[in-house]
């Protein structure tokens, strides 16, 4: 049956300001305090159950050592094996549910997450993630749209059916996958965590949920609302988890697939095990993944200097860098960098950074100390090699209260080199400055220089300038902006993925994701058999 399914509107576009002096505001702060005085207990969600294990690990604030979030289970094999157990009787009903039944719960979750636990969630976001209010909201949003948008996009898929003919019916049966699927989610983004379970999950699939353990606080209340709007038992269950079980989980013969956002490095590995253990399979596993970015802006001498400076601060600094959008490295023509360097020069020191529960801060702490340590590794090999770096600005930081790292701004004498190429995934934007006159040689360069394709941008006003660097660019990044940073794809608008080292870009926030998660029979009916 295909019922109609609206169009919605995007709630990106509709998120609270929390400015001085509004009710919002003050509920906000109010649902803060109520956090930092209380450590929750968060146990495993296995058939619908609470499960507790004994080990436990604490989650802390990145902004502040001092407050201990909650104190989560972890599940081990016997946990993990029941899990998929679980899921898999859960399967029997799931999978048979007719869709509209099924995106109904999510439509429902989506609604309680927009409005009844909003500011509860936000305020999880900030102290868990460590995110401003702006970052918070639209990392919700964002996860509201997926739930809203996802059902749209299913009714599209089960729309599409073959051609037909004299004397035969045809139809498709867009069945989910036969098995479980292992959803990986990443520390950065709520909204991801969120939506890797759930998007196969709606489609008819069951999943095991392994969060990031630095932000299984805040991806609990996703998996309460989930309850509250009444998942059923086994569909999705809560098990995070340490790696040294993963081959628990991948040697299964029922492991369907994996949805992975994480680094490039560990969906390498996962999937080598994958590849390993592919005669046990009943079926070849569908493997989604993205890891990251070494994401560019691309600056031609015709670009407004002003939105210049404002998306490599917008884009770079935001939320710590720690996108896997961020903007990490920057190519300038010469003869526009005297006055980008004076715009960032003038406008980086204005930006506050510091605990995320004072409002006024722009700038939170990076999520843990494995990151402060990376990120801080680059700094000090910038300051090592003054031959080839330049600090322009920052190059600070602090672990005493936090993981707090100023905003940094490197200039380099290297394309090439090792701040140009690498993933960072922190405050810290590299810039190359090239001459006028090479702009098609250096566009080339920017498309070499990383083995990452996921996000850039290209600044400019000539617009014979924008349709060389987009197609010299192509196959640079998975998601091209033009005058504007390379952050910011809002689902429906902007599908998000990118290839390369970027992961197997099936496009979150659209139909194709989707697509991945079925596996269709094409059906064909005889209407008069021949004799």
């Avoid at 070849?284 to 890891?291: A, L």
């Avoid at 993981?403 to 690498?422: Q, S």
């Avoid at 902006?481 to 910011?488: E, F, R, S, V």
Wanted: proline share 6%; hydrophobic share 40%; aromatic share 12%.
């Amino acid at each position: 049956m295909i019922w109609a399914v609206e169009k919605p509107k995007n709630e990106m576009d509709s998120i609270l300001s929390y400015s001085s002096g509004t009710k919002e505001r003050e509920e906000l702060l109010r649902e803060i305090e109520r956090i930092k005085k209380t450590t929750e207990e968060i146990p495993l969600i296995i058939g619908g159950r609470k499960v507790k294990t004994g080990e436990v690990i604490e989650i802390r604030a990145p902004h502040d050592h001092d407050v201990v979030l909650a104190k989560a289970h972890l599940a081990g094999e016997d946990e993990l094996k029941e899990a998929i157990e679980c899921a898999l009787s859960a399967w029997e009903d799931w999978s048979e549910l007719d869709w509209y039944h099924r995106v109904a719960i999510f439509r429902k979750a989506a609604d309680l997450l927009a409005g009844k636990y909003r500011k509860r969630n936000i305020a999880a976001i900030m102290m868990n993630l460590s995110k401003n209010p702006y970052e918070a909201e639209i990392d919700l949003a964002e996860l509201v749209d997926f739930w809203r948008f996802n059902p749209y996009y299913i009714r599209f898929i089960y729309e599409q059916q073959p051609d037909q003919a004299p004397g035969e019916m045809n139809r498709t049966d867009w069945r989910p996958l036969e098995g479980f699927i292992l959803a990986v989610t990443p520390f950065n983004f709520y909204s991801i965590g969120g939506n890797l379970p759930t998007a196969p999950a709606m489609v008819g699939n069951v999943v095991l949920w392994k969060p990031s353990r630095s932000v299984i606080f805040a991806n609990f209340e996703i998996m309460k609302i989930l309850m509250e709007a009444g998942l059923p038992d086994g569909v999705i269950n809560f098990v995070p988890f340490p790696s040294k079980w993963s081959d628990v989980v991948l040697s299964h013969p029922d492991f369907a697939g994996l949805h992975f956002t994480g680094s490039h490095e560990t969906l390498v590995k996962l999937w080598k095990r994958i590849s390993e253990n592919i005669t046990r399979y009943k079926n070849i596993p569908r493997i989604v993944g993205e890891t990251g970015g070494k994401d560019f802006i691309f600056v031609h001498s015709s670009a407004d200097v002003k939105a210049v400076v404002t998306n490599i601060i917008r884009g770079g600094f935001g939320y710590q860098g720690q996108k896997c959008s961020a903007v990490s490295r920057v190519y300038v023509p010469k003869s526009l960098w005297p006055a980008i360097r004076e715009g960032l020069l003038a406008e980086l020191p204005r930006i506050k950074y510091g605990p995320v529960d004072d409002l006024s801060n722009y700038m939170g702490a990076v999520i843990d100390e494995g990151a402060f340590k990376k990120i801080v590794s680059y700094i000090e090999y910038a300051k090592a090699h003054p031959e080839e770096y330049e600090i322009i600005c920052g190059g600070h930081y602090d672990s005493g209260k936090g993981w707090f790292i100023e905003p940094t701004v490197i200039l380099t004498k290297n394309p090439k080199g090792k701040l140009m190429t690498e993933e960072i995934f922190g405050p810290v934007v590299t810039v190359y400055v090239y001459d006028d006159d090479k702009y098609e040689e250096t566009l080339r360069l920017c498309n070499e220089t990383s083995p990452y394709g996921l996000t850039g941008s290209i600044f400019a006003r000539d617009r014979y300038a924008i349709v060389k660097a987009e197609k010299m660019l192509r196959y640079a990044a998975g998601n091209f902006y033009i005058n504007d940073k390379p952050t910011g794809a809002i689902v429906g608008r902007q599908p998000f993925g990118g290839s390369r080292w970027s992961g197997t870009n099936d496009k979150a926030g659209s139909w194709l994701n989707l697509l991945r998660w079925l596996n269709p029979r094409t059906i064909k009916e005889t209407l008069v058999p021949k004799k």
